[in-house]
């Protein structure tokens, strides 16, 4: 478990099926993270979903964002990591729109890359959003990220956004230095 400012990082478990089943179903959050609409069951995803819980990898990492009092809102990771050349890239959804545009999903991001740093050697975290999604543009960059490479792909036009460790290390020390003034 993984606590922030505002959210709890823990570990996907099978109650969370669900909430994502839901996310997953809905064509607005499907629009915003360009990603297809599940079209399956909730027997056949709940079936999938228990298969994919025991199923872990060092290549990457899946957590529940909760809110501190315990509330399910979203999930967040880390994947496609690569030892050889340090980086991963971070993967976000705040899937509950109540809690957008109240600094969860910067807390989250801010929180599992603090936690990257301590846990892993990775040397840069990267990410990728629609060139239309000015609110996660905007998340990332109060994150630290910036961004460096536009791309067309599949109809879609996505911003990567970036972080270095040296970035991330000196973001941390200017924040501790200022809880201690
Ligand atoms: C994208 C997401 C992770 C951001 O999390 P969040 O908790 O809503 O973001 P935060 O509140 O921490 O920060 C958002 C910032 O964008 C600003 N913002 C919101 N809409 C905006 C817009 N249309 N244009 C510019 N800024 C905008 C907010 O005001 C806020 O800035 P502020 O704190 O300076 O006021 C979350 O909204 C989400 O998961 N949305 C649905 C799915 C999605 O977009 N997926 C793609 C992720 S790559």
Known sequence: MIIGSKVILRDKKLADARDDYTWQTDSELAQLDAAPLLVTSFPQYLSDYAGELCYSSS????FAVDTLDGKHIG???YYGVDK???KAELGIMIGNR???DKGYGTDVVNTLVSYISR????????L?????????QECFKKCGFTPYRHLASDGFSFMFMEIH??????QRTET????HT
């Open 59 to 62: 290549r990457r990492r899946r």
């Open 84 to 86: 050889t050349k340090g």
């Open 119 to 126: 846990k892993t050697k990775l040397k840069r975290i990267y």
């Open 176 to 179: 501790d230095n200022s809880n």
């Open 75 to 77: 999930n967040c990771s």
């Open 128 to 136: 990728k959003t629609l060139d239309s999604n000015s609110r996660a």
């Open 165 to 170: 460790r040296k970035q991330w290390e000196q």
């Open 98 to 100: 109540d809690y957008w």
